[in-house]
């Protein structure tokens, strides 16, 4: 199957910081990724879904100022957390698909904000 | 997207087989079944498809009732690393406009013990 990695794969900040997460599609074109976030015990909620060389497209209720999505390239989506606050540590977890493939999930990005 | 309903824990025995339900009763024609689990702390694993027709690849199996409300996923000889959360999701087909977009619901916590 196709490979998706993430990075950092877990990364601690303080709050009031900005921090990027990488989302890779490594042997496939990802023209569509798809960013969600999990908190402890409860299931994955999409967060937004971005399309290569667009705007992404947030779901309701997510702030789109806060959470900066970048899709510049066919393998590379990025999701920036700007001014974290202790609230926003999740676990953010991305996907990707491309033509003809299925959804691909990325392993996950631990985030704790102090 | 259909909703689905599945029973929030399971418990089987290592080296028996897993059956795991899933309640969609408002699937429309063109909406897929997929199933995903996902191991603790890790990103979530496509299982397997199906749109009518029983499906079987080397993970598992999926048999889908002839009015299509409801399935059940095979895992045919549960190992401890089977032990996860799997998600039963029914997707619009290709083409669709929310195509891609999968809502995970709570999902079935699979124990198998020793």
């Known amino acids: 199957g196709a490979v998706v990695s993430q990075h950092p794969s877990w990364v601690i900040c303080k709050s009031g910081t900005s921090v990027k997460i990488e989302c890779r599609s490594l042997?496939?074109?990802?023209?569509?990724m798809f960013w969600y976030r999990q908190f402890p015990k409860q299931s994955l909620m999409l967060m937004a879904t971005?399309?290569?060389?667009?705007?992404?497209?947030?779901e309701q209720g997510v702030e789109k100022d806060k959470f900066l999505i970048n899709h510049a390239s066919l393998t590379l989506s990025t999701l920036t957390v700007t001014s974290a606050h202790p609230e926003d540590s999740s676990f953010y977890i991305c996907?990707?698909?491309?033509?003809?493939?299925?959804?691909?999930f990325g392993p996950g990005t631990r985030l704790t904000v102090l | 997207d259909a909703k689905t309903t599945q029973p929030t824990s399971m418990d089987c025995a290592e080296g028996r087989a897993a059956n795991l339900p899933c309640n969609h009763s408002t699937i429309s024609g063109n909406e897929y079944v997929y199933w995903y689990r996902q191991i603790h702390s890790q990103g979530p694993q496509y299982i397997i498809h199906g749109l009518k027709n029983n499906e079987t690849n080397e993970m598992a199996s999926l048999i889908i009732t002839e009015d299509r409300k409801s399935s059940t996923l095979i895992l045919p000889h549960a190992t401890l690393r089977d032990t996860a959360v799997y998600y039963c999701?029914?997707?619009?087909?290709?083409?669709?406009?929310?195509?891609?977009?999968?809502?995970f619901g709570q999902g079935t916590i699979l124990t198998v013990h020793p």
């Open positions: 996907s990707a698909s491309g033509p003809g493939t299925g959804q691909f």
């Open positions: 999701i029914v997707r619009v087909a290709p083409g669709g406009t929310s195509y891609g977009k999968l809502t």
């Open positions: 042997d496939f074109q990802a023209t569509t």
């Open positions: 971005s399309n290569e060389g667009s705007k992404a497209t947030y």
